[in-house]
């Protein structure tokens, strides 16, 4: 499979957005992280028709940065109209030195330190989303010590797990993250909300999984908020005025991948909300969610150039290339599928059961295992598609190796958006 914006040239090679990845690495090097510019806003356009032809007025998609946090996907997303999710003092200052509007920044973390909060508050963030009740006593100090009103969200576990296809509809309280509805917790922490005159609880937050391809999910998570919002009205009187159901939309990897259309999975939530709102005389919240992997996920493409081929008579062929689990963990560490193409060439013999290796000295540092590839040389470009969410996010310097440079795509043009590391920007911080 080839995702949006890839073809072969008459020349064979691969193309993305027009520019034929020869010309990318000689001018780049290799590793290179490549985004598709165009797919990126489509994507977040997508969501605010969205959800602004079909939700309350004050409703808006809010990026999850997570997926990919640097200067220039902050200021694409403040271009877009999209709100943006953080979960770090680092993602919220990157968002902040972008000139993304602090407003429309929703901060989550499940152990927020004091030094981020006051940070996030001295900048007017617009929501904190608060995850347990120390963070709330934390949260409700320093803002009566800057006499501050802020406005905040809570994080629930609606009992929703749905990490794998078949998902859990119960019995997900041991979770880091958030309060429990089944056991009392939540409204318990509403309540205590509810007591502190400098917080105001306008939102309600829940994040069900990532990688999801069924619609259903989505929508039992909005019954069990929204009935927990009509429960909140029941005890309290108060009416909670922002829903936000999180991200999850999946992305495709590889053929095996069936993940929805944007809209094909909004449709039926928003379906889902309307309906539930009127039969239960609920006044409808403002809507948010925090997609990020459906969103940059296939707009990114790897770049890496073929070096030591190793044919080990009987069991396998390893492939080397010149990046590796620093740039792209997600093999090693959940055995996450990638397709993987050679992008010199797409004629000639295909070479079956390759695995890619990285350079780390590590046996699991691998990119992946049992792939064909046609006619692989020393010095083919490799190409891993679906890498532009969590991938620069969670890439390391293990071993000293040098974080790759970014590169955007649109319209046959090019443009550095995060250089390459240097091995003095490896010592910066050494003493
Ligand atoms: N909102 C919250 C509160 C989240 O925790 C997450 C993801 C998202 C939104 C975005 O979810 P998405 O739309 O991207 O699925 N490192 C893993 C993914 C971890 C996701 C954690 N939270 C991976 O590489 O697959």
């Not at 009740?133 to 994080?155: C, D, F, P, Q």
């Amino acid at each position: 499979m080839l995702t949006p914006g890839l073809e072969f040239g008459t020349n064979e090679h691969l193309f993305i957005e027009g520019c034929d990845v020869a010309e990318l690495v000689k001018e780049y090097s290799t590793p290179l992280y490549v985004m598709n510019e165009n797919l990126i806003r489509s994507n977040c356009k997508r969501y605010t028709k969205f959800i602004s032809e079909n939700f309350k007025d004050g409703s808006f998609p809010c990026f999850a940065s997570k997926a990919l946090s640097c200067l220039e996907i902050y200021r694409i997303m403040k271009e877009e109209g999209m709100g943006v999710d953080v979960v770090s003092g680092g993602e919220l200052y990157t968002a902040l030195k972008a000139g993304f509007p602090a407003d429309r920044i929703f901060f989550h973390g499940n152990n927020k330190t004091s030094d981020e909060l006051e940070f996030a508050l001295k900048n007017g963030i617009g929501r904190i989303i608060v995850d347990n009740l120390t963070e709330l006593h934390t949260l409700n100090k320093i803002a009566t010590e800057n006499n501050l009103k802020v406005k905040i969200g809570l994080r629930i576990k609606p009992g929703i797990d749905a990490h794998t296809h078949d998902y859990i509809r119960t019995g997900q309280i041991d979770s880091k993250f958030g309060f429990a509805i089944e056991n009392g917790e939540a409204m318990e922490a509403v309540k205590i909300a509810l007591t502190y005159n400098n917080l105001v609880l306008t939102q309600l937050h829940c994040h069900i999984g990532s990688q999801i391809f069924d619609k259903t999910p989505f929508c039992d998570a909005v019954k069990v908020m929204l009935g927990f919002i009509s429960d909140i009205h029941n005890e309290t009187g108060m009416w909670i005025s922002e829903l936000n159901i999180g991200g999850g939309l999946g992305a495709k990897y590889t053929d095996a991948d069936t993940p929805l259309e944007i809209e094909d999975y909004l449709a039926p939530v928003a379906d889902t909300l309307h309906n539930f709102c009127k039969e239960n005389n609920i006044p409808e919240p403002d809507f948010h969610i925090e997609p990020g992997r459906s969103i940059v996920g296939e707009a990114g493409t790897t770049l890496y150039t073929l070096g030591a081929i190793k044919d080990i008579k009987d069991v396998r062929t390893y492939i080397s290339v010149d990046g590796g689990m620093a740039d792209n963990i997600r093999y090693a560490l959940y055995n996450a599928e990638y397709t993987v193409i050679n992008a010199s060439r797409n004629t000639g013999k295909v070479m079956d059961n390759i695995t890619i290796a990285g350079k780390c000295c590590e046996s699991g540092d691998l990119i992946q295992e049992g792939i064909s590839l046609v006619n692989p040389q020393v010095g083919d470009i490799l190409a891993v598609l679906t890498t532009g969410a969590y991938n620069y996010s969670m890439a390391s310097n293990y071993n000293r190796i040098t974080k790759p440079a970014m590169i955007m795509v649109k319209d046959n043009t090019h443009r550095l958006v995060i250089k390459r590391e240097s091995y003095d920007d490896l010592i910066k911080n050494d003493i």
